[in-house]
């Protein structure tokens, strides 16, 4: 059974930083395409990145481009997604998910871990 565990959410002033975590296991995690997808308050699922098996290729919201980086390491079974020039409607909860890019907000995910920008 897949377990993802996301981490390293907080509270973060506008133009701050934050780095997630998601710890994986119960997947052969280096076969695994990967994503985040996130949700802000009220709203549905919106896809933000993803990495491909390999690493060589990811992908990212227009949105997001150039603030977000998605890396992985395979040997730890770890995605991860560096999160740089934070705005306030960054806010919302955060989740990574494994599939295709394509099905992103449709695969499994954790329990989540909030991200607040706020002054």
């Known amino acids: 059974e897949v377990e993802l565990v996301e981490s390293g959410g907080g509270l973060v002033q506008p133009g701050g930083s934050l780095r997630l975590s998601c710890a994986a296991s119960?997947?052969?995690?280096?076969?695994?395409?990967m994503n985040w997808v996130r949700q802000a308050p009220g709203k549905g699922l919106e896809w933000v990145s993803s990495?491909?098996?390999?690493?060589?290729?990811?992908y990212y919201t227009d949105s997001v481009k150039g603030r977000f980086t998605i890396s992985r390491d395979n040997a730890k079974n770890t995605l991860y997604l560096q999160m740089n020039s934070l705005k306030t409607e960054d806010t919302a909860v955060y989740y990574c998910?494994?599939?295709?890019?394509?099905?992103?907000?449709?695969?499994?995910r954790g329990q989540g871990t909030q991200v607040t920008v706020s002054s």
């Open positions: 998910t494994v599939g295709p890019r394509q099905l992103a907000i449709h695969g499994p």
């Open positions: 990495i491909k098996y390999s690493g060589e290729d990811t």
């Open positions: 119960g997947i052969t995690f280096s076969r695994k395409d």
